[in-house]
């Protein structure tokens, strides 16, 4: 098992930046590709980025691309998301999760099994 505890989310303006954490403990870090997801309320949970277990492989949903940054700090046990030029599109609770799966199937959340308690970001216009 693996648990997740995120941090860094907050209050920022259109056009700020934040950055994600996502500390990991438990099995090793490095077993598991990881992912972000977020929920606005009153939607569904939709898909962020995912890395996939080595770091080699990233990947992003349509509407964050070129904005957002997945990493990974194996040293650290540590996942992030450094969100750039954030919308009040943005606004949501996001998550970071684990997963045992390849990197095929990262987009999808029912590939994670491991969730973390989420951290509130909101982006004002």
């Known amino acids: 098992q693996v648990q997740l505890v995120e941090s860094g989310g907050g209050l920022v303006q259109a056009g700020g930046s934040l950055r994600l954490s996502c500390a990991a403990s438990g099995r090793t870090f490095s077993s598991y590709g990881m992912g972000w997801f977020r929920q606005a309320p009153g939607k569904e949970r939709e898909f962020v980025a995912a890395i996939s277990r080595s770091g080699g492989n990233t990947y992003y949903a349509d509407s964050v691309k070129g904005r957002f940054t997945i990493s990974r700090d194996v040293a650290k046990n540590t996942l992030y998301l450094q969100m750039n030029s954030l919308k009040p599109e943005d606004t949501a609770v996001y998550y970071c999760?684990?997963?045992?799966?390849?990197?095929?199937?990262?987009?999808?959340?029912?590939?994670?099994?491991?969730w973390g308690q989420g951290a509130q970001v909101t982006v004002s216009s």
């Open positions: 999760a684990a997963s045992t799966l390849g990197s095929s199937y990262l987009r999808l959340g029912r590939a994670f099994d491991y």
